[in-house]
């Protein structure tokens, strides 16, 4: 059976500017080709076992040429895949949808053109440009500055071109603005017409520089201004001084890896994309029920004495979370733990508790174990039991310091906590190119297991290329293990939870700022 083909707009490079039905195309894509200009991110939101397929082009070389990029589409679907042709912006801008629908076509292959935010108009407009304005520009022309000039003076009719509309939108032409620029003003564009050009719009990396028709060469070449960018010509660029915004952010300009478990990530993903910058999704760890039969076997001899405990501690929202799935599935009313009191490490636990409608009775200062040991330390007492549902990783500290005090302990691993399957040679390509700014840490876990996949990647010692990278932890442990690592923490929040780290980040893009 013969699958189909979706020739999908990625957006201009902000992973959430896909619409919504380019993402579900990728989510049930077996085969996804892509380019230089897609997200890597939305790489991530493929189904397990779909294939990847590179044949972005670069201004000095391509990896694949369009006619062999349409025959690959087409051999995919013969094989009865449901291919994503995945491209920058709108595959009708500039795309080549044309020739590759064209060939679709032909072989009777089923297609779809799903269209996307193209980057003439999204990228301008976050860099505080509207390509159209009441009092400056009711027009706009959207031109390829990509060829070479005897090619560019083929396509384009500079005499209708120059003044045809009040705003001029060129894409790819970097490397050929002198050019351009004397173009427009040869055939009647006032020298001082505005000009902006803004680089990797609407990602971490975005740059913008302003100039006139008359000094943007120079500009260009003084500041070594390399593509990709869209170019804005007219006086619409004026607008940028006021209605700029993204600059504005308090994380603009940061790409931060997010290393938690996917299923724990969205709060800390979405805050960094809130405050403006650009959360690149590595997870290192996994949660998962325990596998052992003896692990098993412990956990309902648990459980089945619940009545029993005075106290419960729970030491983490994953404490809590996997507590909740083995009542479930052993059947075990949660309210045979009428008589014990309840305690949490941290106002996230905490809230996980109250969710399912028990409340901690004491917060600890101190969002660790020690702290929890300190507000409960009057009221413990010899004899007294203490049931600890917590992961297979956590610290045996508490533990420790419960039974010096004459507790009965009752520890159970109620989750295991393993290494990803996943590699991610776009993550190395990043730490080369120095365009990772930060890496987070929210757990041990997740510093010794960076550090591992790095190493299974490839990298004896990924050290060297994390020198310069900001390591932000988010609480004492996680530093210490980050330091016997070898790493070396910058970023440590007063308040161990996702928000005070998030504000930590913040603090030090603003000090970045000022210097």
């Known amino acids: 059976m013969t699958g189909k083909v979706y020739l999908v707009g990625a957006g201009p490079g902000d992973a959430k500017l896909i619409t919504v039905k380019g ?35 670069l201004p000095d070389r391509h990896t694949m040429k369009q006619e062999e990029i349409n025959q690959l589409l087409v051999d995919l679907a013969l094989e009865g895949k449901t291919v994503v042709r995945l491209k920058g912006g709108d595959p009708t801008i500039f795309g080549r949808v044309g020739e590759e629908a064209e060939l679709l076509r032909r072989h009777g292959i089923l297609y779809e053109i799903v269209p996307g935010v193209t980057s003439a108009i999204s990228v301008p407009a976050y860099a505080g440009i509207p390509v159209t304005h009441r009092d400056m520009a009711s027009s706009l022309s959207i031109i390829t500055g990509h060829e070479s000039p005897d090619k560019l003076d083929h396509s384009i009719h500079w005499d209708k071109v120059t003044n045809a509309t009040g705003t001029l939108v060129f894409l790819m032409g970097v490397a050929k603005i002198g050019y351009i620029s004397a173009q427009l003003i040869k055939h009647g564009r006032p020298p001082e017409t505005p000009v902006a050009l803004v680089r990797w719009g609407t990602r971490a990396d975005q740059e913008t520089l302003t100039g006139t ?13 390399q593509s990709p960018a ?58 998962r029920m325990p596998e052992g039969d003896g692990q098993r076997a412990d956990i309902a001899a648990a459980l089945a004495a619940l009545e029993e405990y005075d106290y ?77 549902p917590r992961g297979d990783l956590a610290r045996g500290w508490l533990a420790d310091k419960l039974r010096e005090l004459g507790l009965e302990v009752t520890e159970v691993d109620t989750y295991e906590t393993v290494v990803t399957g996943e590699d991610d040679v776009e993550l190395l390509k990043l730490l080369e190119e120095k365009r990772i700014h930060a890496v987070t840490f929210t757990s041990s876990s997740t510093v010794r297991n960076f550090i591992s996949i790095l190493r299974r990647m490839g990298l004896e010692d990924p050290l060297p290329l994390l020198a310069g990278v900001k390591i932000a932890c988010i609480g004492p442990v996680t ?10 923490p910058g970023l440590l929040p007063g308040e161990a939870t996702i928000e005070g780290l998030v504000q930590e980040l913040c603090r030090w893009n603003e000090s970045t700022r000022l210097r």
């Open 479 to 488: 530093e210490q293990t980050a330091v016997e690592a070898r790493l070396t």
């Open 23 to 57: 993402l579900e195309c990728v989510q049930k894509a077996d085969v996804l080709v892509y380019d230089r200009l897609a997200s890597p991110r939305l790489l991530k939101w493929m189904k397990p076992g779909g294939q990847k397929i590179y044949v972005g082009k």
């Open 213 to 225: 028709l008359a000094d943007i060469e120079a500009k260009v070449k003084a500041a070594d201004f």
């Open 312 to 388: 419960v501690f729970f030491t983490s929202v994953n404490g809590v979370e996997f507590f909740w799935r083995h009542l479930a599935e052993l059947k075990v009313d949660v309210r045979r733990l009428h008589r014990a009191c309840i305690g949490a490490v941290g106002p996230a636990t905490a809230a996980a508790l109250a969710q399912r409608g028990l409340m901690a009775e004491e917060l600890p200062g101190h969002f660790q174990a020690e702290g929890l040991l300190e507000a409960f330390g009057p009221r413990l007492q010899p004899g007294q039991k203490v049931l600890l």
């Open 230 to 287: 869209v170019i804005v010509v007219g006086e619409v660029v004026l607008q940028r001084e006021q209605l700029m915004w993204a600059e504005a952010l308090p994380l603009f300009g940061k790409r931060i890896v997010v290393t938690r478990a996917r299923s724990q990530a969205s709060e800390l993903v979405n805050r960094i994309e809130e405050l403006g910058g650009e959360p690149y999704e590595f997870p290192v760890i996994e949660t």
